[in-house]
């Protein structure tokens, strides 16, 4: 099991950055892949991005080229820097953690959640 922490989150203009973090109880370089996800008023959870144990990154077309996700193994924390802010980035933001394998099978965790508010 782990839980995930959420922090970073806020109101900025567009055009600005914010770096949102998710720190982690147990050691991240154990857990299967790290992910970011969104969700805005009326709409359903979307990914924002994933990160895998082995370096791998997945971005959503929608923040690619904006959007970085990246790991610190020795802070067992996940970040998500944000640049070019755009008003439909706004969203509660949550960190998401898989744990497993194709053997035991998978585990989703997920945190509390972060509000990101983009102003126009």
């Known amino acids: 099991q782990v839980q995930l922490v959420e922090s970073g989150g806020g109101l900025v203009q567009a055009g600005g950055s914010l770096r949102l973090s998710c720190a982690a109880s147990?050691?991240?370089?154990?857990?299967?892949?790290m992910g970011w996800y969104r969700q805005a008023p009326g709409k359903q959870r979307e990914l924002v991005a994933t990160?895998?144990?082995?370096?791998?990154?997945n971005y959503a077309d929608s923040v690619k080229g904006r959007f970085t996700i990246s790991r610190d193994n020795a802070k067992n924390t996940a970040y998500l820097q944000m640049n070019s802010l755009k008003p439909e980035d706004t969203a509660v933001y949550y960190c998401?953690?898989?744990?497993?394998?194709?053997?035991?099978?998978?585990?989703?965790?997920w945190g509390q959640g972060t509000q990101v508010t983009v102003s126009s």
């Open positions: 998401n953690a898989l744990l497993g394998n194709a053997l035991v099978g998978w585990s989703d965790y």
């Open positions: 147990r050691t991240i370089s154990s857990i299967s892949r």
């Open positions: 990160l895998t144990s082995g370096g791998s990154t």
